[in-house]
């Protein structure tokens, strides 16, 4: 496994036939979200808001999980309102 670092986060590459992907902060990650950091903090609470993880005393995101979880949120929203 080769791990490059780019600023904070960093880019994982696996095994030959798997897709890189990258680790952010909870910083990175409630920018692309475009929310605030204490309701990101908030949603890992509840155990509602994107999957993380923690390695050591960091709180980390993968990039794929966050759109994974937009598109949830996508999809729910367009079950629940059909007509939008």
Do not use: C, K
């Not at 902060?25 to 155990?47: N, S």
């Amino acid at each position: 496994m080769t791990t490059h670092t780019t600023s904070t986060s960093f880019h994982v590459e696996h095994g030959s036939g798997h897709e890189a992907d990258d680790l952010l902060t909870i910083t990175e990650a409630a920018a692309m979200i475009r929310t605030p950091i204490a309701t990101m903090r908030y949603w890992r609470y509840l155990g509602t808001g994107p999957r993380s993880f923690r390695l050591g005393r960091h709180v980390w995101y993968r990039a794929s999980d966050i759109d994974s979880w937009i598109r949830a949120q996508r999809d729910a929203d367009e079950s629940a309102n059909p007509s939008r």
